[in-house]
């Protein structure tokens, strides 16, 4: 007998309470936060979605792993069983670790780019792209064009466009020092990307002599949509494809907060020595000495266990379909996401939802607050505020005006989803009284996390 019903692989050994607000209690905190939902505290949001980075729960085993953490500030132990689990993974000669993604980002950056460089990506996150355009260099986003219409329907929607890349390493020999693909295509909306796709990104880098590096956040999720979407992989381990996948480039930088199953910690990995040598002396600059980067040794053990954790099939297929269940009752209420759903994360469409909120009135940034003060949910707008600010201080509206409903790992459970569709449900009542906001306050970079805003 075979059974339908996809359960919660985990049972529940240790829990942490939340706290129902009411919304005279939200409207105060949020008016407090000055309408910026990054400016929370936690302890007022009943469902946080704000972002799967750093909040999944732990397992047994990897609780067990930080007993056994050593603490050695020089060649320790933890350092040595941390490098065996990735390279195990992603066959890379030299690990690097760091405190988590962005100081990957940032040590490869400086070691790898100069002003005026070009950087291709399916579409760089906003910490990549930042780091980028901290070096003077331009971070250039070529993904498909079903990447930027969220209705239309296609298995890899995260994929590079290999034709546009072609283009742009042959028209810019010289200025193009590495090329990045990112999986899952998180600021597209938590798309995969191909097996077929990264091989042919990988071939193009290799006939024009450029590095290749993923940007392997989610490489666990993306290899799942790999073995269900891709003609081929369905009989392979999610281990076997990310060791695929990881075989057609020369490095990595990954934050294990996504993947790594953990609450901090990141890595570079790469195949050149040479570039390993420039990368490890910045890393001693910035994060630490080469065996425990930014991290403690418990941390590595926690990683060391996580990212294999990550590619446990029950695990997966739960993953997934969590994000699935939701997005099916929108589809069923008419509430316009980006389709199919995301790995890790439900994106809605606020363009297409709030379409009486003109863009410079960031539609993303009221549905965010809408969702908090209405229901105590966060979500993270991943639209004009992210990424309208140009590098010279211009405003330029982003393709897409999405809130991201991200779904920490092993948190919650089905009843937290039916809650929070519930909650959609409701919105979807009063959504043409929700109004747009505007920017009163903001610094120069990533403005999303202290901006600060009024309603309009
Ligand atoms: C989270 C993330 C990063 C940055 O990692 P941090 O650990 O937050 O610094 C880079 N790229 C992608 C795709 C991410 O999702």
């Known amino acids: 007998m075979k059974f339908e019903t996809i359960i919660e692989p985990f049972r529940i050994k240790t829990v942490e309470p939340i706290r129902q607000t009411t919304r005279e209690e939200r409207l105060s905190a949020i008016r407090g936060a000055h309408y910026n939902v990054f400016q929370l505290n936690a302890e007022d949001v009943l469902i946080d979605l704000l972002t799967d980075s750093g909040t999944g729960a732990m397992s047994v085993y ?13 060649g320790a132990r933890s350092f040595h069983t941390f490098v065996k689990s990735v390279a195990g993974i992603t066959g890379f000669r030299h690990v690097i670790p760091t405190h988590q993604g962005r100081a990957a980002e940032h040590i490869l950056s400086s070691a790898m780019l100069q002003p005026g460089d070009i950087v291709p990506n399916n579409t760089h996150f906003d910490t990549t792209r930042a780091n980028i355009e901290h070096r003077g260099a331009v971070a250039l986003n070529l993904p498909i064009h079903e990447g930027h219409q969220p209705q239309t329907l296609h298995p890899f929607k995260g994929n590079m466009d290999v034709v546009a890349l072609e283009r742009v390493l042959r028209e810019n020999a010289g200025t193009v020092p590495l090329v990045m693909i990112t999986v899952t295509n998180n600021s597209e909306g938590g798309q995969p990307v191909s097996m077929e796709n990264i091989r042919r990104t990988s071939e193009l880098c290799r006939a024009h002599g450029v590095p290749f590096f993923i940007d392997a956040c989610r490489f666990a999720e993306n290899a799942w949509f790999i ?7 369905a009989d392979k381990a999610p281990l076997e494809i990310a060791q695929e ?37 910045s890393l001693i600059l910035t994060e630490g000495f080469p065996t425990y980067g930014g991290l403690a040794g418990y941390d590595l053990e926690a990683i060391a266990v996580g990212l294999y954790e990550a590619l446990d099939p029950d ?9 699935e269940y939701l997005a099916e009752k929108m589809l069923a209420a008419g509430i316009p996401t980006v389709r199919p759903a995301g790995g890790h994360a439900l994106y809605l469409d606020a363009r297409a939802w709030l379409s009486h909120i003109p863009q ?22 991943i639209g004009s505020v992210m990424f309208g600010r140009q590098p010279d201080g211009s ?6 005006e999405l809130v991201r409903l991200a779904f920490p790992r092993r948190v919650y459970t089905q009843s ?22 505007r920017i ?3 610094p120069a970079a990533l403005r999303h996390f202290t901006a600060k805003f009024a309603l309009l």
């Open 62 to 74: 990897q609780w067990a792993g930080m007993m056994r953490g050593d603490e050695s500030y020089a």
């Open 315 to 323: 695990y997966l297929q739960y993953r997934v379909r969590s994000v």
């Open 245 to 281: 996948m990881f075989k057609l480039a020369d490095g990595c930088t990954m934050s294990a907060k996504k993947d790594g199953m953990a609450n901090i910690g990141g890595f570079l990995a790469m195949n050149d020595d040479a570039l390993a040598v420039t990368c490890r002396n």
């Open 360 to 381: 410079h009135q960031y539609p993303g940034w009221a549905l965010s607050v809408a969702l908090y003060v209405e229901g105590g949910i966060r979500a993270c707008e």
């Open 416 to 437: 937290h989803m039916d809650y929070v569709a519930e909650v959609l449900l409701y919105l979807n009542t009063i959504s043409q009284d929700l109004r747009g906001v």
């Open 440 to 442: 009163v306050e903001q």
């Open 395 to 400: 405003e330029r509206p982003a393709d897409l």
């Open 227 to 233: 073995k269900t979407r891709e003609p081929g992989y």
